[in-house]
């Protein structure tokens, strides 16, 4: 048992997972499909140590935090046979809990530098049904491109399969984050489906239709038809965002910046730029576009939003050792 380091990179759902059927196992209601980002990435050092400690962003975890993280090392441990503690050191090159998938990135890197620290050798298949158990979009970064969960229905057979085994797309697409804030969101992913699963009229109708999205996306990324893929995802993602507001207590993730985002490729697409979003449980938006447009929708959108961050991403690979 020695040190090792991996890097994952963030995958941003075209359809969305937003709710568990078993909230233990993490398994979802519906498969989802996601697409790994270059830009957007977490690196993770895992070494053998006396006790569990968690250290991101050179701040030293705590409380819940490092509760979280020790209850997640001991799943890896009963899979590994061991009772080997270890220190975690990570870096976000992405937001923390800001809607732009950090526990993705976060728990496929963990799951992939403490599996080897625990002296495991795992094919990607089982990297990514451990990953899940950490956080249920993590099963999606530990492969590159556009990757399926397949949401199954034990532990043994719910897990990410990429589209195409190379982990790479000859789709021309880019997705352009607009990081409206950067800020750790008030209700966690965990919080907001659980609430919604269990209080929401909408929930049933939610998980209905993607079922069928889902089999229409792929449809369109296998017809290379672009523009079909942002209709699609843009409109799975406001099914997923109006099952909130019908929860109880009602909660929404948009911000007044949020929307004038939304009226601003709204505005672009009058003018002829194929440009579609997507958000998550966060009040960021990611814009869906060609990769050999994106500077300019870009740059056209600079005019409109001048205050507002923008990453142009372009399609990453999966969860390494480095
Ligand atoms: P996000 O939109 O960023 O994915 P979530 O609410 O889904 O937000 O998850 C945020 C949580 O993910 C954090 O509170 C933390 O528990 C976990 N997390 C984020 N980054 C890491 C990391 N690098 N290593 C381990 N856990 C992480
Ligand atoms: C809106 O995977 O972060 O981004 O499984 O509880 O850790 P946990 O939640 P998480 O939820 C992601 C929700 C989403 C949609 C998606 O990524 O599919
Ligand atoms: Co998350």
């Known amino acids: 048992m020695s040190t090792y380091t991996a890097v994952a ?67 890896l441990r009963a899979y590994a046979k061991t009772d080997q503690k270890l220190a975690v050191t990570s870096t976000n090159h992405v937001p923390t809990a800001a809607g732009l998938a950090s526990s993705a990135s976060g728990l496929a890197a963990l799951t992939v530098a403490a599996t080897a620290a625990l002296g495991l050798n795992l094919p990607k298949q089982t990297l990514s049904r451990l990953a899940r158990r950490g956080s249920g979009s993590a099963c999606r970064s530990i492969y590159g491109g556009f990757v399926e969960w397949q949401k199954g229905q034990t532990d043994e057979d719910s897990y990410g399969v990429p589209l195409n085994p190379a982990e790479t797309t000859d789709l021309d697409i880019a997705m352009i984050a607009l990081v409206i804030s950067d800020t750790a969101k008030t209700v966690s992913s965990r919080q907001g489906m659980a609430n919604t699963v269990a209080t929401s009229p909408f929930y049933p109708a939610f998980v209905q239709r993607c079922e069928a999205d889902l089999t229409a996306i792929k449809a369109a990324i296998a017809a290379k038809d672009l523009q079909q893929v942002g209709e699609i995802a843009e409109a799975n993602a406001l099914k997923m965002h109006a099952t909130m507001l019908a929860a109880t207590p009602p909660f929404s993730y948009f911000l007044p910046e949020t929307l004038q985002a939304i009226a601003a490729i709204q505005q672009l697409r009058t003018q002829g730029y194929l440009c579609y979003f997507t958000m998550d449980a966060g009040p960021n938006i990611k814009i869906i576009c060609a990769a050999s447009q994106s500077q300019r929708i870009a740059q056209a959108l600079k005019k409109l939003l001048p205050k507002v961050a923008m990453v142009i991403a372009k399609p990453g690979p999966g969860a390494k050792l480095i």
Do not use: R
């Open 9 to 75: 990179h963030t995958n941003i759902a075209l359809i969305k997972y937003w709710g568990k059927k078993d909230p233990q196992l993490i398994i979802p209601y519906n498969s989802s499909l996601s697409l790994t980002l270059d830009q957007f990435y977490t690196k993770t050092t895992v070494t053998p140590a006396t006790t569990d400690q968690f250290t991101l962003d050179a701040q030293p975890i705590t409380g819940p935090g490092l509760t979280k993280m020790t209850a997640f090392l001991d799943i």
